[in-house]
C-alpha cells in the first residue's frame, strides 16, 4: 500500500505561479512511477506529468515549458513548479503511483488538491 498526500493548491492569477507536492508513505520502494493528473469539472481526468523507472519525466503538451515535476527522494516527495499558469489550468491536481505484482499494476491517489486561476 502506498499513501498519497498533495499540498499547495490554491487561488491565483493568470501567469503566476504555485508549487504542488506530493508526499508518499507506505510501500514507496515499490512505487514503479508516479505522476500528476488533473481533473476540470464536467472533464475527464487529464495526464499532466510524470516519472517512471529511469527518471524520464513526460509532459503533457499543454503544460510543457510552464511546469516542471521533480523529486526528492529522500523525503519521497514529488514536486510540480507550474509557471505562467492560465485559466484553463484550472482543477483538482492529483498524485498518482503505480506498483505492478503477479496480479497486475496497482493505482494509488492523492485526495486532490484544488488549483483556481483567475483571469
Known amino acids: 500500500q502506498v499513501q498519497l498526500v498533495e499540498s499547495g493548491g490554491g487561488l491565483v492569477q493568470a501567469g503566476g505561479s504555485l508549487t504542488l507536492s506530493c508526499a508518499a508513505s507506505?510501500?514507496?520502494?515499490?512505487?514503479?512511477?508516479i505522476g500528476w493528473y488533473r481533473q476540470a469539472l464536467g472533464k475527464q481526468r487529464e495526464l499532466v506529468a510524470s516519472?517512471?523507472?529511469?527518471?524520464?519525466?513526460n509532459y503533457a503538451d499543454f503544460v510543457k515549458g510552464r511546469f516542471t515535476m521533480s523529486r526528492d527522494n529522500a523525503k519521497d516527495t514529488v514536486y510540480l513548479q507550474m509557471n505562467s499558469l492560465r485559466p484553463d489550468d484550472t482543477g483538482v491536481y492529483y498524485c498518482?503511483?503505480?506498483?505492478?505484482?503477479?496480479?497486475?499494476?496497482?493505482?494509488?491517489w492523492g485526495q486532490g488538491t484544488q488549483v483556481t486561476v483567475s483571469s
Open positions: 498518482n503511483a503505480w506498483t505492478t505484482s503477479w496480479s497486475g499494476r496497482h493505482d494509488y
Open positions: 516519472i517512471s523507472s529511469g527518471d524520464n519525466i
Open positions: 507506505g510501500s514507496t520502494s515499490s512505487v514503479k512511477g
